[in-house]
């Protein structure tokens, strides 16, 4: 199975679980979905971002009947799940046809149970996304194709060891963190390997929210414009594929079709 | 098995403020959760269900409102709900909501177990458990349960968390029981259940369908005087960032914690 790493990768966050307006919120999504599909685009579900309580992104497609198509899902998985839940995720994603899965460790929350080493068979002291690829690898074989993440803002050697140990475990991309610009870590990682990098674009004007995500300033709030970076970022990396975070859909998504 | 659970609508978030007048929560603009504990019960009495059979019912005093927590317990699987909702219980201490409540499980009938989490974290009293089994009259209470370990001829064993340990107390069913968190993960819910929750029908009972006095509900029923309220001290917190090199700032930083003793 091979993957078109070109391919947009689109973000939209599943619904909240909460009950107000919840058909409202689910059309919405389907709208979302359909929109991403129908142009062709990779669709992202991403799993209780930031802690905060969101329905799968499996359940979601069951649900709303929407269609899988071969390259064209990719659903996140963290750490945050019990065993028991984990499985269902894994085995449903595989049932409907999903095989892109992108697996990191999460946030998490007071809400939201955490594997425990023991459960997958690991002597870690807890389970991170090099555990969760490893086990999934063990289990599942090659059913799924299995992502990672690559965070430059973290410091190099950590995060090349990670990105090693990630690898080792059995990822076959990395999606890196949102970037406004050229890397020179990410650069140096990706001249030696052939791994594909898809390069996370930010999307949202509110940048002040990704720096507060970093611990610093990464760009002026003031004069940063998403679909520039994006132009810039796709003059610079030409040959990798592209994750757009936090994309609108109702104000972006047309512009971005036609650069696409 | 016929469970019943006690949940409660509270704020969800840390800084809350206080009516000077009543002394008590100022809730209204304030988004409420269910209280954190109370899931713990909810999980133990769908896990009950699942090894016994039976049923799960939510009970719940509060405004409308409180509406939003109950569909949320039916999300995770519950099969019944009650809504007690009534002007008259509004600004009732534990003994008046323990009063109410306890009247509602009598009008739910042939009820097993009641649970309860183990508190409430905006009032933080830990009484309405007991208060509801002292209102039941012969009903027993184990507070502080943090384990189910069986359940054979109408005798319930639980352990309950003492100092230093926990004791294995037996109960005579129907009982009360008051849940720590040690005692089970709660499920996250799925959207099956939700959307099931969202049409499913709750029961709203007043105070003259639960037989209350109304003498025995709101402030002029309750024993519980607010005097005072203090809002706790602001912790002082700072944030330090260190320049250089990571073994210069590790340097720097072991130096301030050393200063203030901290190693």
């Known amino acids: 199975m091979n993957l078109n790493y070109k391919r947009y990768r689109l973000e939209v966050s599943p619904p909240k679980q909460a009950v107000n307006h919840l058909s409202e919120r689910l059309t919405r999504f389907d709208e979302k979905y359909n929109k991403a599909v129908d142009a062709g685009h990779c669709v992202c579900v991403t799993d209780n971002a930031m802690g905060n309580l969101a329905?799968?992104?499996?359940?979601?497609?069951?649900?709303?009947?929407?269609?899988?198509r071969f390259g064209q899902v990719m659903i996140h998985l963290n750490t945050f799940h019990t065993l028991s839940d984990l499985h269902?995720?894994?085995?449903?994603?595989?049932?409907?046809?999903?095989?892109?899965?992108?697996?990191?460790?999460?946030?998490?929350?007071?809400?939201?149970?955490?594997?425990k080493p023991s459960e997958i068979d690991c002597d870690s002291a807890s389970v991170t996304s090099v555990e969760l690829l490893g086990y999934i690898r063990k289990i599942y074989g090659s059913a799924f194709i299995l992502g990672a993440a690559f965070n430059q803002y973290e410091p190099e050697a950590h995060e090349i060891l990670k990105f090693r140990r990630k690898i080792e475990a059995g990822a076959e991309f990395i999606v890196t963190q949102p970037m406004v610009g050229r890397n020179e870590l990410i650069e140096k990682v990706m001249s030696k390997t052939k791994i594909p990098f898809i390069i996370e674009?930010?999307?949202?004007?509110n940048i002040k929210l990704l720096s507060d995500c970093i611990g610093y300033s990464i760009a002026s709030e003031d004069t940063f414009d998403p679909m520039a970076c994006l132009e810039s970022l796709r003059n610079a990396y030409p040959a990798n594929g592209f994750y757009l975070a936090l994309l609108d859909f109702k104000t972006q998504f047309n512009n971005f079709q036609i650069k696409a | 098995m016929?469970?019943?659970?006690?949940?409660?609508?509270?704020?969800?978030?840390?800084?809350?403020?206080?009516?000077?007048?009543?002394?008590r929560l100022i809730r209204d603009g304030v988004i409420s959760v269910i209280n954190p504990f109370d899931?713990?019960?909810?999980?133990?009495?769908?896990?009950?269900?699942?090894?016994?059979?039976?049923?799960?019912?939510?009970?719940?005093?509060g405004p409308q409102k409180a509406e939003q927590s109950i569909?949320?317990?039916?999300?995770?699987?519950?099969d019944n709900a009650v809504l007690l909702c009534d002007k008259h219980f509004a600004g009732s201490d534990t003994w008046g909501t323990s009063y109410v409540l306890a009247l509602a499980v009598r009008k739910i009938g042939d009820v097993d177990l009641v649970l309860c989490g183990k508190q409430a974290i905006d009032g933080d009293t830990a009484q309405v458990g007991p208060g509801i089994a002292a209102h039941m009259k012969d009903w027993p209470h184990a507070a502080g349960v943090s384990a189910i370990n069986g359940i054979e001829d109408h005798m319930l064993s639980v352990n309950r968390m003492i100092d230093g340990g926990y004791d294995e107390c037996l109960l005579t069913l129907p009982a009360v029981l008051s849940v720590i968190k040690e005692i089970n993960e709660p499920r996250v819910a799925r959207l099956k259940g939700w959307l099931k929750a969202e049409h499913s029908l709750i029961d709203i009972w007043d105070a003259d369908q639960i037989g209350a006095d109304v003498n025995l509900l709101g402030l002029n029923g309750s024993p519980t005087r607010v005097v005072k309220t203090t809002p706790p001290k602001s912790r002082?917190?700072?944030?330090?960032?260190?320049?250089?090199?990571?073994?210069?700032?590790?340097g720097k930083l072991l130096y301030e914690l050393r200063i203030i003793s901290a190693i």
């Not at chain 1, 799968?56 to 069951?62: A, D, N, P, Y």
């Not at chain 2, 609508?9 to 000077?20: A, E, R």
């Not at chain 2, 569909?71 to 519950?78: M, Q, Y």
């Open chain 1, 55 to 68: 329905f799968q992104g499996h359940e979601l497609i069951q649900e709303l009947k929407l269609p899988v």
């Open chain 1, 88 to 115: 269902w995720i894994l085995d449903s994603c595989g049932e409907l046809g999903i095989k892109e899965i992108l697996v990191v460790s999460g946030d998490g929350s007071v809400r939201l149970p955490k594997l």
């Open chain 1, 201 to 205: 674009a930010w999307m949202s004007p």
């Open chain 2, 2 to 23: 016929k469970i019943v659970v006690c949940i409660k609508q509270v704020p969800g978030v840390s800084s809350v403020k206080i009516d000077p007048e009543t002394k």
């Open chain 2, 39 to 61: 899931y713990y019960a909810l999980e133990e009495a769908l896990r009950l269900r699942e090894l016994h059979g039976g049923s799960v019912t939510v009970l719940s005093m």
């Open chain 2, 71 to 78: 569909r949320e317990a039916l999300a995770f699987g519950a």
């Open chain 2, 236 to 250: 002082d917190r700072k944030t330090t960032f260190f320049d250089g090199s990571e073994a210069e700032s590790a």
